[in-house]
């Protein structure tokens, strides 16, 4: 069994520019990177969410979401179903994830920022997940 993981923001969910607000906005769940999560549970690899966000309504700065960003824990039921309940473990970091990824032996990240792929801890093999919005 591999400690596989997967960020949150942009890349089990998706936003697009808003010009009106200035910001990126949720439009829906990524649907390759939830599948690929479903994937790596059913076959047997112990599975993380690793999140930059401070806490489970707030975004990395410690903000309260704006603009319908979901919440990540009822995003998960919703989304992953009964698999939710086969997740080792969803973790706020506050900032960088590589510290977190060591700690719990990771050996396989998805992400779509590529700061934090190019920053992954030794032996932690990054896959880059692109976003709906084309911005890296």
Known sequence: MAVVT???????TQTRWDNDDECFKFVGPNPRAIAQLISQIEAGN???????????ETDHSGNFLAFGQPAILPFLREHLGDHCERLSG???CGGMKRKKLAEI???QHFD???VELANLPDGC???HVP???GID
């Open 131 to 133: 976003t709906l919005h």
């Open 46 to 56: 112990e599975v993380h969410i690793v999140t930059s966000r401070m806490g489970p």
């Open 6 to 12: 997967f960020d949150f923001d942009d890349t089990l």
């Open 90 to 92: 969803v973790h706020w």
């Open 105 to 107: 032996g990771s050996i």
């Open 125 to 127: 093999h990054g896959v």
């Open 112 to 114: 779509d920022d590529p």
